[in-house]
């Protein structure tokens, strides 16, 4: 089982841990939160069942199940009620579904990571003296090197070495839990 697998398990086993909500926080919705913890409690549960418990609207409780089915959070079996002869849906917990989640976003943070280093280690800065602002050639030039802050005169910086090495330590760090 790889780090990643191991890692999002025992996440999922502490689902009130900060990671994993702000995770789904992040993609699906802070909103979503409280029906989450309830249905990861529950083997599997009607949507009816699910408004009554959150003692909200039942299609304020659908817009949140549909946007975490979006996201593979959970899974829905229609089934028809033998009363009315009307189909409800049942809805559960699909723990996979974090783990497919935390993937995508360390991912898209990679990348991103992986932008800012480029960008870092390539592009010319100008910064005044204060280091009030720092800014690229094109933004300095237009405001004619002038600090936007202090009115200084900006000056050409050097790659920001420290910073460039947090990236890469950000990065390699993101690379080995993925492993």
Known sequence: MTRLKLMVTKLMLDFDNG??????????GSDVLPLLRKL???KEVSELELAEIMEADVNT?????????????VF??????ESNGWYVYWWGFQ???????????????????EKKLQRESSTTFYACEKNCARLEFE???SIEFRC???????????????RIQVLKRQIAALKATAR
């Open 19 to 28: 990671i994993v909500e702000h995770m789904v926080s992040e993609s699906v």
């Open 40 to 42: 990861k409690r529950k």
């Open 61 to 73: 409780v659908r817009n949140q199940l549909y946007r975490m089915h979006q996201h593979n959070l």
């Open 76 to 81: 829905s079996e229609r089934r028809r009620d």
């Open 95 to 113: 723990p996979k579904g974090l783990q497919n989640l935390f993937t995508r976003l360390s991912k898209k943070s990679l990348a991103e990571l």
């Open 139 to 141: 933004d300095a030039y």
């Open 148 to 162: 936007p802050e202090c009115g200084e005169l900006m000056h050409l910086r050097e790659a920001d070495k420290d």
